[in-house]
């Protein structure tokens, strides 16, 4: 257990959706990251925040968007969902955003859009 | 831009062998990190091994050990005295320059057969 826990564990949804993940982070971590894996793209990086600021974007679709509130944890917001959205969503945390921070992830949210 | 790339989609290993994984990767900044995660069946993102790239020294970790050449810019993981529960798709990761982002590689699917 990484200390880094996602709700929910399993969404199921339509196309023209939206749904939220949630995110806490483990305990004195103060830097959230989501990335996505689906079987076309990989694991790939979303977006980034740090102290409820957001630092660094990837490749994250406009209909997408996150935010960091004062408690730390995060909602990564997936709108107008996609049959090619459907895919297994991951949060980590660490400490800082520096480099040399080892990030330990969730057990991550699997989204289903029919 | 930074790219990893992993060229084995699956290897096999008998119980007890030792088996190596292979990663390259790409990038021109001085300053930077290189991980194994694991994914189990499960899907949980388990972080097996780091190296930083101003080490020269190979990292280890119990059974796990890399080889990492600097100017080849090579990072492989070799899993020594292999077990059933190393079964599992085994991810190279890398960070660095302005952000901590994960930039992963495709995976390779790594079999352990008894």
């Known amino acids: 257990d990484s200390g880094v826990t996602q709700t929910p564990k399993h969404l199921i949804t339509a196309t023209g959706q939206r749904v939220t993940l949630r995110c806490s982070p483990r305990?004195?971590?103060?830097?959230v990251y989501w990335y996505q894996q689906s079987l076309d793209q990989g694991l790939q990086f979303l977006i980034q925040?740090?102290?409820?600021?957001?630092?660094a974007k990837g490749n994250i679709l406009e209909r997408f968007s996150a935010q960091q509130f004062p408690d730390l944890h995060s909602e990564l917001n997936l709108s107008s969902l996609e049959l090619g959205d459907s895919a297994l969503y991951f949060c980590?945390?660490?400490?800082?955003?520096?480099?040399?921070?080892?990030?330990?992830f969730g057990p991550g949210t699997r989204l289903l859009v029919l | 831009a930074q790219t990893v790339t992993q060229s084995q989609p699956e290897m096999s290993v008998q119980e007890a062998e030792t088996v190596t994984l292979s990663c390259t990767y790409d990038t021109s900044e001085s300053d930077y990190y290189l991980f194994w995660y694991k994914q189990p069946p499960s899907r949980q993102m388990i972080l097996v091994i780091r190296q930083e790239a101003y080490k020269q020294q190979n990292a280890t970790e119990n059974r796990f050990s890399v080889n990492f050449q600097k100017a080849a810019k090579s990072f492989s993981l070799k899993i020594s005295d292999s077990q059933l529960g190393d079964a599992a798709m085994y991810f190279c990761a890398y960070t660095g320059g302005a952000t901590n982002k994960l930039i992963f590689g495709t995976g390779t699917l790594l079999a352990v057969q008894p």
């Open positions: 925040y740090y102290n409820g600021e957001e630092r």
């Open positions: 980590a945390s660490s400490v800082t955003p520096l480099l040399e921070e080892t990030q330990y």
């Open positions: 305990s004195g971590d103060l830097s």
